[in-house]
C-alpha cells in the first residue's frame, strides 16, 4: 500500500462487488501494517485478479476502494468519497467484475453469456450481473475513460467513443451506443440532441435519476453521495443554464423535477434518513418515474 504517487502516473480502478462478507479493507488498526507489506495470500480473489491484469497493462498502481479509504474512519471516508470523481476520471483504465458477486469470486468465469452491449447492459433488475445492480457502480460505469468489463465469459470494452464485446464476431464494434458513450455525447452537446440545451440537460438528467433510483445501496444515506460525481459532470457541461444542484435536482429545472413518482404506483416509503428535502426523488428508497 502506498499513501503517495507521481500526479502523472497512470493507474488502474477495480470497480466490485464486496458481497455478504466484507473484502480485505484497510482500517485503523491495520494501516501501518499494509503501509509495509499485504501478504499475497491474504489478497481476495478479485483483486489479485485485477492486479494480474494491470501487470499485463503495464501498469504499477491499482485503486481498490476497501484498501485505499480508511473504512473505520469516518473523516477519512467522507473525504474520499467527494473525490471519487477525480478517481475514477483520471484513471488510464477501470476494470469492472461485472459477473462477480463478491470479492472472493474473482474477474473469470466459465458460464453462459451475458453481455453488455444494448439490450444485455441494462442495470438494474431483471440482471445476472451482480456489478450491475450496486448503485456506486452507476458513476463507476459511465465516468472512467476506458472500462475492461469481464462478464460471464466474455470480455467487453467501452470507451467514450465505442465498444466492443468478444460474443460479436471478429470482435466488431457494437451496433448501439453504450451508457457511457450516450453520457458523454449528452455532457458535450445535450442541444445537438434534443434542439434546446436545457430540455436536453435535463431529459439527460432526469434518465440518469430514474436508472440510478433502481439500484442497490447498502446504506440508503449514500443516495446523494453515490451520483455526485454525475452531478458535478453536469454541472460543469451544463450549469450556466441548469442552474443550483439542490438535492439532487436542478433549480432552473425544478418545476419539472418535482414530477416523479414511484415506479407502478407504489406508495412512497418512508423516509430512510433525513439526508434529502422530502420533494426530492432522492429521499426515498423506490424506484422512480
Same mark, same amino acid.
Given at each position: 500500500?502506498?499513501?503517495s504517487?507521481?500526479?502523472?502516473v497512470?493507474?488502474?480502478?477495480?470497480?466490485?462487488?464486496?458481497g455478504?462478507?466484507?473484502?480485505l479493507r484497510?482500517?485503523k488498526?491495520?494501516?501501518?501494517?499494509?503501509?509495509?507489506?499485504?501478504?499475497?495470500?491474504?489478497?481476495?480473489?478479485?483483486?489479485?485478479?485485477?492486479?494480474?491484469?494491470?501487470?499485463?497493462?503495464d501498469?504499477?498502481?491499482i485503486?481498490i476502494d476497501?484498501l485505499?479509504?480508511v473504512?473505520?474512519?469516518?473523516?477519512?471516508? !467522507?473525504?474520499?468519497?467527494?473525490?471519487?470523481?477525480?478517481?475514477?476520471?483520471?484513471?488510464y483504465i477501470t476494470?469492472?467484475?461485472?459477473?462477480?458477486?463478491g470479492?472472493?469470486?474473482?474477474?473469470?468465469h466459465?458460464?453462459p453469456?451475458?453481455?453488455l452491449?444494448?439490450?444485455?447492459?441494462?442495470m438494474?433488475?431483471?440482471?445476472?450481473?451482480?456489478?450491475?445492480t450496486?448503485?456506486?457502480?452507476? !458513476?463507476?460505469?459511465?465516468v472512467?475513460?476506458?472500462?475492461?468489463?469481464?462478464?460471464?465469459n466474455?470480455?467487453v470494452?467501452?470507451c467514450?467513443?465505442?465498444?466492443?464485446? !468478444?460474443?460479436?464476431?471478429?470482435?466488431?464494434?457494437?451496433?448501439?451506443?453504450?451508457?457511457?458513450?450516450k453520457?458523454?455525447?449528452?455532457?458535450?452537446?445535450?442541444?445537438?440532441?434534443?434542439?434546446?440545451?436545457?430540455?436536453?440537460?435535463e431529459?439527460?438528467?432526469?434518465d440518469?435519476?430514474?436508472?440510478?433510483?433502481?439500484?442497490?445501496?447498502?446504506?440508503?444515506?449514500?443516495?446523494?453521495?453515490?451520483?455526485?460525481?454525475?452531478?458535478?459532470?453536469f454541472?460543469?457541461?451544463h450549469?450556466?443554464?441548469?442552474?443550483?444542484?439542490?438535492?439532487?435536482?436542478w433549480?432552473?429545472?425544478?418545476?419539472?423535477?418535482?414530477l416523479?413518482?414511484?415506479?407502478?404506483?407504489?406508495?412512497v416509503?418512508?423516509?430512510?434518513?433525513?439526508?434529502?428535502?422530502t420533494?426530492s426523488?432522492?429521499s426515498?428508497?423506490n424506484t422512480?418515474?
Open positions: 500500500l502506498t499513501e504517487a507521481p500526479d502523472d497512470p493507474y488502474v480502478c477495480l470497480s466490485h462487488c464486496w455478504k462478507s466484507q473484502p484497510l482500517l488498526s491495520n494501516h501501518s501494517a499494509f503501509l509495509e507489506e499485504i501478504s499475497w495470500p491474504s489478497i481476495p480473489r478479485t483483486f489479485r485478479d485485477a492486479m494480474i491484469v494491470s501487470m499485463y497493462l501498469i504499477e498502481y485503486w476497501s485505499c479509504i473504512q473505520d474512519d469516518s473523516a477519512d471516508w !467522507q473525504v474520499e468519497a467527494s473525490k471519487m470523481l477525480s478517481i475514477y476520471e483520471n484513471s476494470i469492472a467484475a461485472t459477473a462477480s458477486g470479492s472472493s469470486e474473482g474477474l473469470f466459465n458460464v453469456p451475458a453481455c452491449g444494448d439490450h444485455h447492459e441494462k438494474g433488475p431483471p440482471t445476472i450481473l451482480p456489478l450491475m450496486r448503485g456506486w457502480v452507476f !458513476q463507476e460505469r459511465l472512467p475513460p476506458r472500462t475492461i468489463n469481464f462478464t460471464d466474455v470480455i470494452w467501452e467514450r467513443e465505442m465498444g466492443i464485446c !468478444q460474443c460479436h464476431r471478429g470482435n466488431s464494434e457494437l451496433p448501439t451506443k453504450t451508457s457511457k458513450q453520457h458523454y455525447s449528452a455532457l458535450r452537446d445535450a442541444a445537438g440532441i434534443y434542439g434546446d440545451e436545457l430540455v436536453g440537460a431529459k439527460e438528467w432526469n440518469a435519476t430514474e436508472k440510478y433510483s433502481c439500484l442497490q445501496l447498502t446504506f440508503y444515506s449514500d443516495r446523494l453521495i453515490a451520483i455526485s460525481g454525475i452531478a458535478k459532470q454541472a460543469k457541461s450549469g450556466a443554464i441548469l442552474g443550483e444542484y439542490l438535492g439532487g435536482a433549480a432552473n429545472s425544478l418545476p419539472i423535477a418535482l416523479w413518482t414511484c415506479e407502478h404506483g407504489k406508495p416509503q418512508a423516509r430512510p434518513t433525513p439526508y434529502a428535502p420533494w426523488w432522492s426515498v428508497a422512480i418515474r
